[in-house]
């Protein structure tokens, strides 16, 4: 994400006049971000690695989480 962007969020971590659902996002979305297979996205919510939230049968994923998560891993290489 631009850096831009990030000084333009609030203290909530969300861009001005957004909500969590404008950052809610699917199991092939993120897959799609990440260029990885559904599967392996799934299998990593499953075993905790990427945070989500379940919604009855549905998985559903918060950019802000997911990209906090990644940062995190990146900063452990």
Known sequence: MAAETLRE??????EPG??????LLTSQQVAALLQLRVST???YARRGVLPSLKLGRHR???R???ELTLTEL???E
């Open 64 to 66: 802000s989480q997911v």
């Open 18 to 23: 957004a909500s969590r659902l404008d950052e």
């Open 41 to 43: 996205v799934e299998a």
């Open 60 to 62: 559903r994923f918060l």
């Open 9 to 14: 969020r609030d203290q909530s971590g969300l």
């Open 74 to 76: 990146a900063r452990r």
